[in-house]
């Protein structure tokens, strides 16, 4: 995946949110936004518990969702009056990333440490991104445009280009972790090489396992999953829908090669039966 970067290719990093020990506190939105200067957004009432962003966006690339459930905790029979589901959810830097096989312009790249992320100087807005993504992770901005973030120059044209989690590309190259997994206080979002997480991961379940937690189960650890792993997985406590995510994701491009050869295959046959029907009625 990174051999085209050569002896600079780095080794692959990524996220590991272990729900878990998830407190809602949403210092991940906050430390993306104020690092990677993202639009405020969110402050519209939802009603949906204390999720003032209900889901990702162009503008919400750290999304806390709460979930509130009359289920135990543990799967003793204890009873609990109720229980919080909390989960910072974030783009999936998929192995086999859809958005990537259908941009135009190559926008969108894999960087040299495995994650996907959008150049907006090249992007053009095209939007193909967008529903190829089985996660809606991706989106378009529909805010004034602003070329330059540091100026106070705001143009009346809309932005229209799409935006996502780029798992702060420029803090990596600085060698520095990304800055939503920094403010974390309870380090449910924990940062590092995939292996690495993949291990920790599997060693965190197979304790939750052994404490006879309610739904414990990883999501997007498998890298034989439809979209080959994710590049950011999670620790869930229940099914991924009720967290809002696919329950068996894969990669939306999948079927295109199939696609292809069927039309052409069609498209060959309708020009073969004109050329027959014209040679036919010219005899």
Known sequence: MLDSYGTEAQERVGFFTDTS???????????????NL?????????????????????????H??????????????????LRWLMSSDVCKHCTHAACL????????????????VVQEDICNGCGYCVPACPFGVIDKRHLPRRDAPAL?????????????????????KGGHEPACAK??????????????????????LAKLQAEDWNGARLYGRDPDDGVGGFGAFFLLLDEPEVYGLPPDPVVTTRDL???????????????LGVVAAFVGGSR
Not at 64 to 81: C, I, K, R, S
Request: hydrophobic letters at 35%; aromatic letters at 8%; proline letters at 5%.
């Open 257 to 271: 090669p199939g696609m292809y050869r069927s039309a052409a295959i069609a498209a060959g046959a309708v020009v």
């Open 152 to 172: 106070p120059l705001i143009t009346k044209q809309e932005d229209g280009r799409v935006w996502k989690c780029t798992l702060c590309y420029d803090r990596l």
């Open 101 to 116: 096989d259908v941009c135009p312009t190559g926008s969108l790249f894999r960087t040299e440490f495995g994650t996907v």
């Open 21 to 35: 020990v998830c407190i809602g506190c949403k210092a991940c939105e906050v430390a993306c936004k104020e690092w």
């Open 64 to 81: 806390v969702a709460f979930v509130e459930q009359n289920e135990p905790l543990h799967g003793d029979g204890e009873v609990d009056a």
């Open 183 to 204: 403010a974390c206080p309870t380090e449910s979002i924990q940062f590092g090489p995939l292996d690495d997480l993949r291990e920790r991961a599997d060693e965190r």
């Open 38 to 62: 993202v639009p405020e957004d969110g402050l519209v009432w939802t009603g949906e518990s204390y999720d003032n962003t209900s889901e990702l966006g162009a503008n919400t690339w750290r």
